[in-house]
């Protein structure tokens, strides 16, 4: 073991946790063994968590705001893990991705203008457009082989048809790492995506908030690098929205902290009057996390994902051994797997969700909550004790035995 222990079963029951107390709400079985939403199951970096308790020690809990030691924080950990370089000013504080996506399409978008996602993809993007009053361009990603790819082709005809239709085809919701397929975009998949996106004038909304969670032999590259490296874009630009936070990388999701960078100031502008009157300030805890995680966290995060490659490995080799039925796709990044159930035999999504939940009692998300291209698909968690994660997979072997 190293310096962190990831492996020691913590008891989250009855800790108000979303994963583990909503259980019988959502999978009506209160047994099941929880491996869906996406936060972890071990403790935070102990820096964190000791800057948070002493946080509490000072008693008073109002209104804060991110202040320069914060802004410093976020501008080193972009320099340091991907070699970003950004100003300070860029930078806004939000209390999550997913508000901080629905702000963006508040205050670019008008009454049914399109914006593209690429399903499978995380379910608040199909809500973010519906809830600006948009209209949706699907462009599902194709699955060759188990590996997933962007179909640019397709989105181009989308855009054209959606054009020639009268439609203003206004911004994308782009995932990078993307949740669920684990894909972590390369350079030149990106690069061809932004030259599309310039050419046709959309605005990109990056949600890079897997970014830190990337296995060996991949790399993330923020878009906005690959912007402020090439003379191309540089107009381009002012139509580019990135949004991270720490929430993943160090478990702290549940402090609802997430940065936003806005290099156009009259994108910024736009973008603090959409959120306007929405109650926005962040609570200290999460601005205390965040700072503390960027500032003394990186250890703990090269241990915590070495861990996720050992039980990614493990995963791999129970499955191929024990369920060779269940197809795991190759994931690049993030701590979520997507698990192709097409031959387990189930007629319907119904009937898969059903066995997952009751037969085998294990929490996963079902493939269509990430929309119609998620259909025969799974979801699973992997952020736990190896353990756990065991215990799990031989609840799924005990239960596939007999199909
Ligand atoms: C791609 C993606 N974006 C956003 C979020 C949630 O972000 P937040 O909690 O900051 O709103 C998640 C959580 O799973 C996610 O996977």
Redesign the pocket.
């Known amino acids: 073991m190293g310096k962190f222990d990831f492996s020691k079963l913590e008891n989250r029951t009855n800790t108000m946790s979303a994963k583990w107390d909503k259980r019988e709400e959502i999978f009506n079985n209160k047994d099941i063994l929880p491996l869906w939403?996406?936060?972890s199951d071990w403790q935070t970096a102990p820096a964190v968590k000791k800057s948070l308790l002493k946080r509490a020690e000072a008693g008073i809990f109002g209104y804060s705001f991110a202040d320069q030691s914060i802004e410093k924080a976020v501008v080193n950990w972009l320099k340091k893990r991907f070699d970003l370089i950004i100003n300070k000013d860029w930078l806004i504080f939000?209390?999550?991705?997913?508000?901080?996506?629905n702000f963006t399409l508040k205050a670019i978008c008008e009454d049914n203008d399109a914006v593209i996602i690429q399903p499978p993809?995380?379910r608040?993007?199909f809500s973010a457009v519906k809830n600006n009053n948009c209209q949706l361009i699907e462009n599902e990603l194709i699955n060759k082989n188990g590996h997933y790819k962007m179909d640019l082709n397709n989105l181009e005809e989308q855009i054209k048809a959606a054009k020639a239709k009268g439609r203003n085809v206004r911004a994308m919701i782009f995932?990078s790492?993307?949740?669920?397929v684990g894909r972590v975009w390369e350079e030149s998949e990106l690069l061809e995506l932004l030259r599309l996106l310039k050419k046709e004038d959309i605005y990109l909304l990056s949600?890079e908030?897997?970014a830190d969670l990337v296995y060996p032999g991949a790399e993330h590259h923020p878009v906005l690098k690959l912007l402020l490296e090439r003379e191309e874009f540089k107009s381009y630009r002012k139509k580019v929205i990135s949004?991270l936070?720490a929430?993943?990388t160090f478990n702290i999701?549940g402090l609802?902290?997430?940065y936003t960078i806005i290099e156009s100031k009259k994108l910024r502008e736009a973008y603090n009057q959409a959120k306007d009157g929405f109650g926005t300030g962040n609570s200290p805890f999460g601005l205390i996390a965040l700072k503390t995680a960027y500032n003394e966290g990186e250890e703990w995060l090269e241990e915590q994902l070495k861990y996720l490659k050992e039980n990614y490995d493990f995963l791999q080799e129970f499955l191929e051994a024990e369920i060779p039925k269940l197809k795991l796709i190759k994931a690049e990044g993030?701590y979520?797997v997507w698990l192709d159930c097409s031959q387990l035999g189930f007629e319907t999504d119904a009937e898969l969700i059903k066995f997952m939940n009751q037969k085998a009692e294990v929490g996963l998300n079902p493939g269509r909550w990430f929309g119609d291209a998620g259909s025969m698909y799974m979801r699973l968690n992997l952020a736990c004790p190896r353990q756990r994660l065991k215990q799990g997979l031989n609840r799924i072997k005990k239960a596939a035995a007999d199909l």
């Open positions: 939403v996406a936060d939000d209390t999550g991705v997913v508000p901080a996506i993809v995380y608040p993007f995932c790492p993307h949740n669920p949600d908030i897997h949004y936070a929430s993943k999701a609802h902290t997430s993030t979520l």
